[in-house]
């Protein structure tokens, strides 16, 4: 098998948000990645990124970022293995964050 990561991207989580219904999005995200893994085909179940941040440049230019402009930013990740990226593709389908207008990207880890 080879290895996939799932980079979650989210166009931001409403103010308005309730506790009861955070509680039932996390569930659901922990429900999709137990499935995953149930499946031994979790590699890492990865993390939740901080907003904010640093993006380095040519130069050496350091600049604060991502920005919030920008509609959709990176909000996690995760490691999956898969037999093809068709097979991890159809693994992201299945993710939580599509239902609030989130994707997931997926790509094949290239072994150094």
Do not use: H
Not at 45 to 61: A, C, D, E, W, Y
Not at 89 to 102: I, N, S, Y
């Amino acid at each position: 098998m080879k290895d996939f990561l799932f980079v979650f991207r989210d166009n931001g989580m409403p103010s308005n948000v309730s506790p009861d219904e955070m509680q039932a999005m996390t569930k659901r995200w922990m429900d999709w990645i137990g499935g995953i893994a149930a499946q031994n085909k979790l590699g890492d179940r990865g993390n939740r990124l901080f907003p904010s941040g640093k993006v380095v440049k040519p130069g050496n230019i350091i600049t604060d970022g991502p920005y919030s402009e920008i509609k959709e930013s990176i909000g996690g990740y995760s490691i999956v293995k898969a037999n093809s990226l068709e097979e991890a593709t159809e693994l992201a389908k299945g993710c939580p964050g599509l239902t609030t207008g989130g994707s997931v990207e997926v790509r094949e880890i290239r072994e150094m």
